[in-house]
Structures are given as C-alpha cells and as structure tokens.
C-alpha cells in the first residue's frame, strides 16, 4: 500500500486475509521508486495530517442462511429513472412539460436508478447520512442493476448492510445508476459517458424524500472496471460535479494515464484511493499510471490528512477482478466514514 502525498506517520497494520501487503517507501519524491507487490510503489513527501488507515481485512462474512439462498436483506430498495426518461402516465404530466423546456439528455447519459435504504438508515428519516454512489463496469451482457441485485458478481446493497449491522460504518445509503442505452457500458473506454452525479444524486434524494436524506457532504463513490476507465465520463466527471464528493474508490480499473491526472486533481479535501490487482489483469499501464498520478499529486497537492493512495492488492477468493470490490468496501469505508476521515480544513464548493 502506498499513500501518495505523505510523510512520516504511524505504519500500516500488517495484512490480514485476502490482501497482500506491500511496502511503504518515505523517501523525497525524487528518489527511486520502490518494488512492491512485483509493482513499483511510490511516495512523496506532502502535508502531514492524521489519515484514515485501511481496516484490516478479514474473512468476508457469510452472505446467506443456507447454501440455496442468500439472507433476505434488512432494508427497502427504491427503483427511479434518469430526470429526462421520457414520462408516462397523467401523474408525470408535469414532469414531462418542465423536462419539455429542457435541454434533452442523450440517451448513453441516462440511466435507470437504484438506492437502498437498510432499516438503521431508515429509523430517522430526518438525518442526513452519507451516501455510496456505485458505479459497475462493462456490462454487455444487458445485466439491469448490475451489483445492486442484478448479476451473479455481488451485491453493494449486502457488502454495506453487512457493514452496518457490524457496527463497522454508521448507517449509510447506497445508490447506483443502470445504463439505459447497452452500448453505453459495452466499452470500458467510454462507459459512463459525461456521468452526472449531480442530477444523479438529485433523483436519488427525490426518490428517497420521506424516507431517508442525503448528506452531501459524505458522498462516496466508487467505480469498479469500466466505471473509472474514462476519463471524459465515470467516476472522472463525478469528481468535477459541483457537489464536494468525500471520497473515491476507484477499484480495478483500467489504469490508463489520461486518467490518472484527474484522479490527482481532485478537490484538495477529497480522498482518493485507486486499488488494483494483477492476478487477472497483469497487462495494464500501471507504472506510467503511477508515475502520471504522482507528478499530479505534486503539482495539486491534498489538503492535511487527506488521501492520495495507491494499492496493489491480492483477493484471496475466486474471480479476483470481481473479489476486489468487497476487499476495498469492506477496507476503506469504515475509516472513511469515521469521525477522523474529515479533513482539517472545510470543504468548500468553487
């Protein structure tokens, strides 16, 4: 593991199961780069402050009551369309005048939405509670809700309700768009295309009002493969939306340099955290991305305690690619959802 814009602080706890640890080099910027995980790891100096840590990794909790089906999840899912999905129905009359008098939106920048809402997060429906924006990757397979109770790969809605009910993170909401238009996340390259997260996380609270509030100033979001692969769409753009996001995960992606500098260029007070594996995918850009990353976190540097990390994991169950999104939830979502993940100056919106 490699945190990228640091100097000095306490060491990173030793790995637990299903991750592989990797050395952490505090040396000046211009020095060597380091080998780690058979990758090369870097690290530069930055401003000093109390970071989040990773949780250790433990074994991944048992997702269902018996072996013929997973445990009935504790909490409501709620279903929603992109604002500008044409409407039906005398109810949604007025919807479809104002978005009449609207700029259309193309249709491989809609989307059909899913949020779930766990009975923790539902029991004050009046207090903000931060968010998890999770975005899938290719999918040509036209899998609706992918990872959100569509697909055989996991379910985001069971990773988080699992943490809650742990006690690991405060009760939290998850959110995730579905491509409307297949050829829109058939390429990894340009998934996601110009991703929205403002009108997105508007729709999403809309659905949601009575039931559960947004807090805006806790926005997660994490784009698994294709879903931080382009760097005009996916989590690239959601990092340039006028709402502050609190963190990234950017998880297994492609790892090419035209995206690296927006990934280093993000708000000082946001903490960003790109996690990879090379089990499954070995032929990726890695070190140029690193190097890419690096010179951008020099030139824009975090604010104090705020994340610029690298991490070269190793999954320990099967289909690494896919085993990589609970190891990064279940690491990073805890320290960044806690009291001590805030950063010591405000976040505030240009």
């Not at 609207?102 to 059909?112: G, Q």
Request: charged share 15%.
């Amino acid at each position: 593991m490699t945190a990228v814009g640091r100097r000095g602080g306490a060491r990173a706890p030793r790995a637990a199961r299903g991750l592989a640890p990797a050395t952490r080099a505090f040396s000046p910027a211009a020095r060597a780069f380091a080998l780690a995980a058979g990758l090369a790891a870097v690290s530069s100096p930055g401003a000093v402050g109390a970071q989040p840590k990773p949780a250790p990794v433990a074994a991944a909790p048992a997702a269902s009551t018996s072996a013929a089906a997973p445990a009935q999840l504790d909490g409501a899912t709620y279903d929603y369309e992109h604002p500008s999905a044409p409407a039906s129905g005398a109810a949604e009359q007025g919807a479809a005048q104002a978005e009449a008098a609207a700029p259309p939106v193309p249709p491989e920048r809609r989307w059909r939405g899913r949020a779930f809402v766990h009975r923790l997060a539902a029991a004050d429906p009046a207090r903000p509670l931060p968010i998890l924006v999770f975005l899938h990757g290719t999918n040509e397979a036209r899998i609706e809700h992918r990872w959100m109770g569509g697909g055989q790969e996991g379910d985001v809605r069971r990773i988080a309700a699992q943490l809650m009910e742990a006690g690991r993170i405060p009760p939290m909401l998850v959110a995730a768009p579905s491509a409307v238009l297949p050829a829109a996340v058939a390429v990894a390259r340009t998934s996601w295309p110009a991703f929205d997260l403002d009108a997105f996380l508007d729709a999403t609270a809309a659905r949601l009002r009575g039931v559960a509030t947004l807090d805006r100033a806790r926005v997660v979001v994490a784009g698994h493969s294709g879903g931080g692969c382009n760097k005009a769409g996916g989590i690239a753009t959601a990092l340039s939306a006028s709402t502050p996001v609190h963190a990234a995960l950017v998880i297994d992606t492609c790892m090419d340099v035209d995206i690296a500098l927006p990934l280093a260029r993000s708000r000082p007070t946001t903490h960003v955290v790109v996690s990879w594996q090379t089990m499954t995918w070995a032929k990726r850009p890695i070190a140029d991305f690193r190097r890419a990353f690096q010179r951008g976190v020099e030139a824009h540097p975090a604010a104090p305690g705020v994340l610029r990390e690298l991490e070269p994991l190793v999954p320990t169950e099967p289909m690494p690619h896919d085993a990589m999104v609970p190891l990064v939830l279940r690491r990073w979502l805890p320290p960044l959802l806690s009291p001590d993940a805030a950063p010591s100056v405000p976040c505030v919106s240009p």
